[in-house]
Nanobody
Framework: QVKLVESGGGLEQAGGSLRLSCVASGLTFNYYSMGWFRQAPGQEREFVASVGRSGGWTKYVDSVKGRFTISRDNARKSVYLQMDNLKAEDSALYFC???????????????????WGQGTQVTVSS
């Protein structure tokens, strides 16, 4: 019933930019904090960024601070990840996820998120 669909991934050169989008359906979107995670082949799924239900707070993994910006548009039931100054180590499959718990700002583990999209591939070349 609940569906999250990511888009916007692709191949980009180091130093370039991509904007990822995630559109949700089947849930009351503004009840959920939203997060972005990424997973490279052979690696664990990694927290990237999250945003509160009304966009009042954001959180980022240290490696993307100053380069990535998470935002949401509750009217469009969408969450975005603006990725600037891309690096090769940003290459991964990127997932959006939804969490209805109260203290989502503290949650960086994939286990804390209830719903997941299928992912969109980001590949950064040098």
């Amino acid at each position: 019933q609940v569906k999250l669909v990511e888009s916007g991934g692709g191949l980009e050169q180091a130093g370039g930019s991509l904007r990822l989008s995630c559109v949700a359906s089947g849930l009351t979107f503004n009840y959920y904090s939203m997060g972005w995670f990424r997973q490279a082949p052979g690696q664990e799924r990694e927290f990237v960024a999250s945003v509160g239900r009304s966009g009042g707070w954001t959180k980022y993994v240290d490696s993307v601070k100053g380069r990535f910006t998470i935002s949401r548009d509750n009217a469009r039931k969408s969450v975005y990840l603006q990725m600037d100054n891309l690096k090769a180590e940003d290459s991964a499959l990127y997932f959006c996820a939804a969490d209805r718990t109260i203290l989502t700002v503290l949650n960086t583990s994939p286990e804390d998120y209830e719903y997941w999209g299928q992912g969109t591939q980001v590949t950064v070349s040098s």
